[in-house]
């Protein structure tokens, strides 16, 4: 075990950019995952990053039909793959916004409709294009082992962004999550920190899911922030313990993947519920204990 | 001596989606005054409280303010309790900070000014502090609403807006929050307006009266209220 682990850290490891990538993913997708949780918003981490998928797919039918624009190379490609996806996300964030105003209807039912045309158009758009969807197949099951040092550098700078913004502006984020109202009277810009917080979480979501699938995307947004919850003290314990389940998560999930020669996503979210698990066992343990000193 | 007064709006109408749930309201809040903001469940005091903070828009009209700049003067609200999620995981001294959240300029924020001792003071103030460290969730209703007021009064108001206050609370508890009010106002010389739709357990603490019933309301001083129409007649009813 230690051999290996040894081995996957040393830096002209073969897979270092993956490892790099998934445990970045780890840190970063809890720090704006929180506000998901916090905001009650699970359901949104689900549809999302399948909207984002559908983009990526959306980029694939127009390569089919000839269309490219951006397109020619591989990296021109993928560029053009990351662009559909964050339009994708952000059209459908402003849509369910929108909505969410006007108030009408259920939210979990307009979500279900998002999250239904988004799989479905997934698989359609690329269905003519036998590249498109090996590429789809192998990024709905989360595989990140391919990630190009070109495509980790560009991952790396916009989630270095994301999770800056996300720690810098938490009071911010906390304040228009929490009592909007509130907000409004001491004059704050809510709208405009709103758009900050959803841009932050489309862009988490669009690169996310272009470098690991909508599975580990969404499994990292939700599950590591709902771990650490029963711990927190505050937004900042909370987005800290979080991004360090996280990451923990991606690097345990990384080495059983290597070791044991697993699909690298679902082996990182099943370590992600497994910390989970424990932190809830934990907790209830630390609770029993309390109660007995008390 | 003259009265300031601190808002007024004339013939105005209040409501959402454009529907007017109150019409044709004129009215004047003085500077230092303790508006009850008084009616049945329904009857628009919310939307009245909502509006005038700014958190909607008016239907017909707006409300002018009589500050120097004409600008709303500072609020310190205190929403209704049950409006806050207890899945966030916040202290009382993290909930109280917030009420500072009106300063947190980058320049400040780069210079970190220390807002401790204000929120400290404010807790103090609503006899909360022992209770800074404890998760916001875990308390009772009533120490909630005092830890609310903490919040509003970091935000250094000039006017405390608190939307049912006295919501599923015990009747012991109602009380001391009523005193600390009063001893609150006297103390930092605030403007409090107060949304609740029990009239006879507040109505000696208000200097003045904003009865919403069947689409109207009318304001006054609480004495002559007491004695007006339609407000009268539920006051004696409920008396």
Avoid at chain 1, 4 to 31: Q, R, W, Y
Wanted: with cysteine; proline share 4%.
């Amino acid at each position: 075990m230690i051999e290996t682990i040894t081995e996957i850290l040393k830096p002209d490891f073969l897979l270092h950019n993956a490892l790099c990538a998934s445990v970045l993913m780890g840190v970063v997708c809890p720090l704006v995952g929180a506000y998901f949780v916090l905001r009650r918003l699970v359901f949104w981490g689900v549809a999302l990053p399948q909207i984002a998928a559908s983009g990526i797919s959306f980029a694939f039918l127009l390569q089919g039909l000839g269309f490219t624009l951006l397109a020619g190379s591989e990296a021109q490609e993928r560029h053009l793959a990351i662009i559909a996806s964050a339009l994708f996300t952000f059209a459908a964030i402003a849509m369910l916004l929108f909505m969410e105003r006007k108030g009408k209807g259920a939210a979990e039912g307009r979500i279900g409709v998002f999250y239904a045309l988004a799989w479905a158009t997934s698989i359609l758009f690329v269905s003519t294009n036998a590249t498109g969807e090996t590429e789809m197949t192998s990024l709905l099951r989360g595989e990140i082992i391919a990630i190009s040092p070109h495509d980790f550098h560009i991952m790396l700078m916009f989630f270095a962004l994301a999770g800056l913004a996300a720690l810098v502006f938490q009071k911010e984020f906390l304040l228009v999550s929490f009592d909007r109202d509130m907000a409004v009277t001491l004059g704050r810009k809510v709208l405009a920190w709103e758009v900050l917080l959803y841009l932050l979480i489309g862009t988490a979501i669009s690169l996310g899911v272009m470098t690991a699938g909508p599975l580990v995307t969404f499994g990292l947004l939700v599950v590591p922030p709902m771990a650490a919850l029963p711990w927190a003290g505050g937004i900042m314990s909370l987005s800290l313990v979080a991004a360090a389940l996280g990451g923990l998560s991606a690097f345990v999930g990384f080495y059983f993947s290597y070791a044991k020669d697993m699909p690298l996503g679902p082996v990182i979210i099943c370590a992600a519920c497994a910390a989970l698990i424990i932190s809830a066992g934990a907790r209830k343990a630390y609770m029993l204990l309390a109660r007995i000193k008390a | 001596m003259d009265t300031k007064i601190l808002a007024s709006c004339k013939n105005a109408s209040f409501g959402y989606d454009k529907k007017a749930v109150l019409s044709g309201v004129n009215l004047e809040i003085e500077a230092g005054s303790f508006v009850g903001i008084l009616g049945h469940n329904g009857s628009g005091k919310t939307t009245f409280l909502r509006t005038f903070l700014g958190l909607i828009p008016a239907v017909r009209g707006k409300f002018a303010f009589g500050t120097a700049d004409g600008r709303p003067p500072r609020f310190g609200y205190v929403p209704q309790k049950e409006r806050l999620d207890p899945i966030y995981p916040l202290s009382v001294y993290n909930v109280a900070k917030m009420g500072t959240c009106r300063k947190f300029g980058i320049f400040e924020r780069l210079r970190g000014i220390n807002r401790r001792p204000l929120v400290e003071r404010c807790l103090e103030d609503c006899g909360v502090l022992h209770l800074a460290h404890r998760p916001y969730s875990d308390l009772s209703g009533g120490q909630k609403q005092r830890v609310l007021i903490a919040r509003a009064l970091a935000a250094e108001p000039d006017l405390l807006a608190l939307d049912e206050p006295l919501a599923g609370i015990d009747i012991t508890t109602q009380k001391s929050i009523l005193e600390l009010l009063k001893s609150l106002k006297k103390r930092r010389h605030l403007t409090i307006m107060l949304v609740s739709h029990r009239v006879q357990a507040e109505k000696d603490l208000f200097s003045h009266i904003l009865w919403c019933d069947e689409g109207a309301a009318v304001m006054g001083k609480s004495d002559d209220m007491l004695s007006f129409g339609r407000a009268g007649e539920v006051f004696r009813e409920e008396l």
